[in-house]
Structures are given as C-alpha cells and as structure tokens.
C-alpha cells in the first residue's frame, strides 16, 4: 500500500459527487466511517471493498494505484428483436468470452444479432459495460446502457430520468420505435466498449 490511497480515494469522491458522510451511508457503514478513514483509520479489507464497489473501482487501485487489469467478460446474452436482450448459452467451441479491460462493477457483455439495432450497432457486435446498481443507475442519464428492469425485462436503450421517484424511461435507439416509461431499473452497464468482428 502506498502512500497516496486516500488521495485517490478523495479523487474518486469528487468525481463522482459524493461527500464523505453520503459516501459512508452509501457503502453501509456508519456515516462518520469515511470521515475516520480520512482523518487515519485503517480499514477492514471487507469495509473497504463495499466502499470501493459503490465507487465501481477496485482495491487494488485505491491501495496501491493499480490500473484496472484487462480481464475475461462472459457474453450472458443476445440481442434479438425491438432491442430486447435475451440470456443465451454459446457454443462452447465459439467461445463466450470476451478480454477487456472495463472500470467499475461486474463487467458484462451481449452479442447484437441481426439488424435488431441498426443503425446504432450492427450485426455481431459485442457490447461490453460494467453494472450499475440501485440509486447509482442515476449517474448514467444520457447513456446508451444495457439494462435489467425489476420486472425482469432485458434491454439495450439510452436511460433516462423518468416522472416518478425512482423509475426511468428508456428511450429506443432505432428510429420510430416507442420508448418504454416509467420502469424501475434492478442494474444498468453504460456501453463502454463495443467489440466489433474483424470479417
């Protein structure tokens, strides 16, 4: 561990808008925990791994200013049709990884099947991101993300805010599609990186 943890520690707060108190509440912890830590507490390995997930980067880079490693995304489904995204198993001799390196949560993949998102994405390609979840989903207005609804709904769609507390509208990406309202998001991963087929 360095020297400068709580310097990045500090960085990572302010890009993301949190105060040491929101932060501490955040990751579970009483809400002078981050206050303390600042001042010179050491953590707990497993206090500080809630508090680096709510700020999506991992330990080893705010101990020791580790850049994120490049690491294998399990393709977990297909887009298919009205940019609806469906789990799928691949075939084991395709493979169903992808290798990159993605900042933040659980990275995740789907594959785009067809024209189902033209002319946003095209045919095969690989969509990667990392989840974002519960009241975190609210830094990723404007973004095309993959998204999981608390109904169980699967998409690819820009997310926005919606009316009520809580809920997002998420507007399609193909011209003249309807957007769907007023829907309670579970996770969504901002497309962070589109792996495209080399053929």
């Not at 500080?48 to 977990?76: C, M, N, W």
């Not at 993300?145 to 009316?163: A, F, P, S």
Request: glycine share 10%; with cysteine; proline share 5%.
């Amino acid at each position: 561990m360095d020297d400068l943890w709580r310097e990045r520690l500090v960085r990572r707060m302010k890009e993301l808008g949190f105060s040491a108190k929101t932060l501490s509440l955040a990751a579970g912890h009483g809400e002078t925990f981050i206050r303390d830590l600042l001042a010179g507490s050491d953590p707990s390995v497993e206090k500080l791994s809630r508090v680096v997930e709510v700020l999506g980067v991992t330990i080893g880079y705010i101990l020791d200013g580790e850049a994120p490693t490049f690491q294998k995304v399990h393709v977990i489904g297909q887009v298919e049709t009205a940019e609806s995204w469906a789990p799928f198993e691949p075939d084991p001799d395709q493979g169903g990884d992808v290798e990159i390196r993605v900042d933040g949560g659980e990275a995740i993949a789907v594959e785009v099947q067809g024209d189902a998102m033209s002319p946003a994405y095209r045919d095969k390609d690989i969509l990667i991101g990392a989840k974002s979840i519960g009241r975190y989903v609210d830094n990723l207005i404007g973004l095309d993300c993959i998204v999981m609804t608390e109904d169980g709904r699967r998409y690819v769609k820009i997310l926005q805010k919606g009316v009520a507390r809580g809920t997002f509208n998420l507007r399609s990406l193909k011209p003249g599609k309807d957007d769907i309202v007023g829907v309670k998001v579970v996770w969504a991963a901002p497309i962070a990186w589109i792996k495209r087929p080399s053929h």
